[in-house]
Structure formats: C-alpha cells, structure tokens
Nanobody, 119 residues
Framework: QVQLAESGGGLVQAGGSLRLSCVISGRTSDIYDIGWHRQAPGKEREFVAR????????YYADSVKGRFTISRDDAQNTVYLQMNSLIPEDTAVYSC????????????WGQGTQVTVSG
C-alpha cells in the first residue's frame, strides 16, 4: 500500500507563489509517476502536472506551463509543485495521486490542500 499526503496550500495574492508538497509513504516500488490535479468549486477535477518516479520526466497542462514546476526529492519521498505567477483561476483543491502504469488511472489520492488566489 502507498499513502500520499499533501500540504502547503493557503491564501495568496495574484502574482504570488506557493509550494505544495506531496509526501509518499509505504510501498513506492510500483510507482510509475505522481500527478498533481486540482478541482475548483463546481468544476471537474483537472490534471496539472506529473513526474516520472524514476526517470524524472515531467509533463504539464497548458494552463500552468511556464508558471508551475514539478520536482521530486528521492531521499524524502516527496514531490513538490512550485507555483509562481498565480492567478485567481488557479484557486482549487490540489491533490496528488499515484499511477502504477503509463496508461493506468491515478489512485491513492491524498486528502488535498486548498489554494486560494485573491485578485
């Protein structure tokens, strides 16, 4: 089993920055990648960014490309999401999840962390 726990959310003004953390515990040997997703009130959950667990390859949604950076710390079993130049449209609950295969679904969702960007 694997467990994921997010932290780092908060209230920030437009143009500001936040860094989210996703701590992974338990069995990590079958992780293909870790993905960050977000869900705004009244909207579907959407993909934000992902990072391959071993190779470190990253991929971003167009809406955050150039503003957000996903990275990992192997020693700490932690994946970070550095969010810069935040805009009100980034307001959402951000969650991380694990995928075991390239074509698989994300699972083992964390509880999420709220990010609120004031205009």
């Amino acid at each position: 089993q694997v467990q994921l726990a997010e932290s780092g959310g908060g209230l920030v003004q437009a143009g500001g920055s936040l860094r989210l953390s996703c701590v992974i515990s338990g069995r990590t040997s079958d992780i293909y990648d870790i993905g960050w997703h977000r869900q705004a009130p009244g909207k579907e959950r959407e993909f934000v960014a992902r990072i391959r667990w071993t190779a470190g390859v990253t991929y971003y949604a167009d809406s955050v490309k150039g503003r957000f950076t996903i990275s990992r710390d192997d020693a700490q079993n932690t994946v970070y999401l550095q969010m810069n130049s935040l805009i009100p449209e980034d307001t959402a609950v951000y969650s991380c999840a694990r995928r075991a295969t390239p074509g698989g679904s994300y699972g083992y969702w964390g509880q999420g962390t709220q990010v609120t960007v004031s205009g």
